[in-house]
């Protein structure tokens, strides 16, 4: 078993639900986006760059799905909450599964993709 699938199955519920389903979306939406397991948590990079990480942070209640430059959607998508007085991440908290937008998460996503690709092509 690959060591991301064992975080998600590790994980208590609602957690692993949530999880396992902003998963899906991730990876349906973007086919060119890279799973991979890094500092014990999942992060999906896009174009060879981190772009997204899952983790519930200690003392938390929810599934903490944070965008790595989320600083530079956060005027477009309201929704990208800025916890912890982190520099650039900024994420979406999910207490539950009805908590997320699926249409506006699609849409963030493709954001933060096209974002990561005009980087790439700059650097």
Do not use: W
């Not at 209640?61 to 790595?68: E, I, R, T």
């Not at 937008?101 to 096209?114: H, P, R, T």
Request: overall charge negative; charged content about 30%; hydrophobic content about 40%.
């Amino acid at each position: 078993m690959k060591p991301v699938d064992a975080y998600f199955l590790d994980q208590k519920e609602p957690f692993q639900s949530i999880m396992l389903y902003v998963r899906s979306v991730i990876l349906n939406t973007l086919p060119e986006v890279e799973e991979r397991y890094s500092y014990k948590i999942p992060f999906y990079n896009c174009h060879k760059k981190p772009m997204i990480y899952l983790n519930v942070l200690k003392g938390t209640h929810y599934v903490d799905v944070a965008f790595v430059q989320g600083i530079l959607f956060e005027k477009d998508f309201p929704i990208l909450k800025n916890d912890n007085k982190r520099k650039q991440v900024r994420s979406i908290q999910l207490k539950n599964l009805e908590d997320l937008d699926q249409e506006n998460f699609i849409e963030l996503l493709d954001a933060a993709s096209e974002c990561l690709m005009l980087i790439q092509k700059s650097e």
